[in-house]
């Protein structure tokens, strides 16, 4: 079986002159879950962009599926549904991508641009309701809830296409620490269910029992290091030249010592 994604040399530049990405090659299997790590503005963001066809790279190739991902591509309507079907981003932002007049809608939307029939949405949209525990916010309007809750119906709308790959960028950046604790388990749940997820995080804490793959990114937007998450976790040189730690923390010391 083909991997899920394979990146070879990929570069993109903003605006033609703000480099994001220079040169970066990776492979994605089925079932993996890989983080994405790396300073502020290193490209972790760029990459999930590139990864869900919603920016596509200046050069290099970009393959799903075993099938070569472009612009061109995606402007046919079965491919898009084929690939939209089957991948899905939840923002870091969920300002971003929470913007129906109802929650109820907001989850409906994917499945009705997919082309389901409104009974079927609507039946999934009450199973996944009630799997994020939602189902009494289900007819607020987005602007009535709390960050927390706009981060579980950002993720209600993308599981319930029921996506085979999911894309997370700083999932539990900005909510509280019962919701990210909620938020891990849920990744945690998926990742059992034989999801592959691709996520950027800077909580390094969470990496041992939630990813197989550390990716990390230099400041120069390439990929300085591509091992197993123990490995990448326990090299306290790597992850203070990463600007993952800084000289003070305890992290990687402590557990090298232990
Ligand atoms: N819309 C944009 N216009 C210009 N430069 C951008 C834009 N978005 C990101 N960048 C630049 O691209 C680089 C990578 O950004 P990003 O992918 O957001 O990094 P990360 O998610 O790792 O913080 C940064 O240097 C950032 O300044
Ligand atoms: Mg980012």
């Known amino acids: 079986m083909s991997p899920v994604f394979e990146c070879e040399d990929l570069r993109y530049q903003y ?43 200046d050069s ?29 981003f939840v923002f870091q932002n969920s300002d971003a991508q ?31 309701l009630a799997l994020l525990d939602i189902a009494e916010l289900a007819d607020r309007a987005p602007f009535q809830l709390s960050g927390g809750q706009k981060k579980r119906v950002a993720i209600a709308s993308v599981l319930v296409m029921n996506p085979e790959v999911l894309l997370f960028d700083e999932p539990t950046a900005a909510l509280d620490p019962r919701t990210q604790f909620w938020l891990i388990e849920l990744l945690e749940q998926l990742r059992a269910a034989g999801k592959t997820i691709v996520l950027a995080t800077h909580d390094l804490d969470t990496l041992p029992s939630l990813a197989d793959r550390c990716v990390v990114f230099g400041e120069d937007h390439r990929i300085i290091a591509d091992a197993p998450t123990a490995a990448v976790l ?25």
């Open 15 to 57: 605006l033609e002159r703000f480099t994001a990405l220079d040169g970066v090659s990776l492979t994605v299997e089925r079932g993996e879950t890989v983080a994405l790590l790396g300073a502020n503005g290193c490209g972790k963001s760029t990459l999930l962009k590139l990864l869900d066809g919603l920016l596509f790279a």
């Open 60 to 88: 290099g190739t970009f393959t799903a599926f075993g099938e070569q991902v472009t612009e061109d591509k995606l402007e046919d309507e079965q491919f898009n549904h084929g690939f939209r079907a089957r991948v899905g």
């Open 98 to 128: 929470v913007f129906s007049p109802s929650v109820r809608e907001e989850i409906a939307f994917g499945c009705l641009q997919l082309g389901l029939d409104r009974d079927t949405a609507t039946a999934r949209v009450e199973d996944v």
């Open 234 to 258: 326990d090299d306290r040189d790597l992850l203070l030249s990463a600007n993952l730690i800084h000289a003070r923390s305890a992290f990687a010391g402590v557990r090298a010592r232990s």
